[in-house]
């Protein structure tokens, strides 16, 4: 949508304000990839007439100039019941994009998980609170700690290595394996 407004807007930039619309009714009438249908149809339970169908006497249009106002009517409220359903696909169709989406992306994830007695590195929470004295070059994880309790839902009761246990659970997204340097007791 926002691509369409940039679009229609560097054409005409000083006039953004008339094309507006002109790109509104654009997004309204065109089929969305996620929902397969127009907005415009699932508001109104029917497909937009254009113009240019208007001028050139379309068929459903001649089809539909031949109906009296009752048939008419009773057509239109056959359309409006049907918007439920329309509107049920395009939220099956949208749930199904997401979960697509969300099984590609968790392909990619590797779950971290730890055993009691492991050494890890703790990232300085909470986020953003690092020390500016080194800039950049700031360290984002904090001394080593040592997992006493694994908890379920991927948290971990950790204490220093001076044995002093923190208050609260981490989650294990906070946490990376520490390898102690080789050089360490030298």
């Known amino acids: 949508m926002i691509k369409l407004i940039k679009k229609k807007i560097e054409e005409k930039p000083r006039r953004w304000h008339e094309v507006l619309s002109e790109a509104l009714w654009a997004h309204r009438i065109s089929r969305h990839g996620a929902t397969k249908v127009t907005p415009f149809e699932l508001v109104y339970g029917q497909e937009t007439v254009l113009p240019v169908e208007v001028n050139l006497d379309a068929y459903r249009l001649a089809k539909q100039n031949d109906l009296t106002a009752v048939d008419y009517y009773e057509l239109m ?82 204490e220093t290595m001076q044995g002093e246990r923190l208050s609260m659970a981490l989650n294990g997204r906070y946490l990376k394996k520490y390898y102690p340097s080789v050089w360490q007791d030298a």
């Open 77 to 158: 409220m056959d359309n409006i019941d049907e918007v439920s359903d329309k509107w049920l696909q395009a939220l099956k169709a949208i749930e199904k994009d997401k979960f697509r989406v969300a099984r590609t992306y968790n392909k990619k994830v590797r779950a971290k998980s730890f055993q009691v007695g492991e050494l890890v590195w703790k990232t300085i929470l909470p986020l953003g609170t690092k020390s500016n004295k080194f800039g950049k070059w700031s360290p984002s994880w904090e001394e080593s700690y040592k997992i006493v309790k694994v908890i379920f839902g991927n948290s971990y009761m950790v």
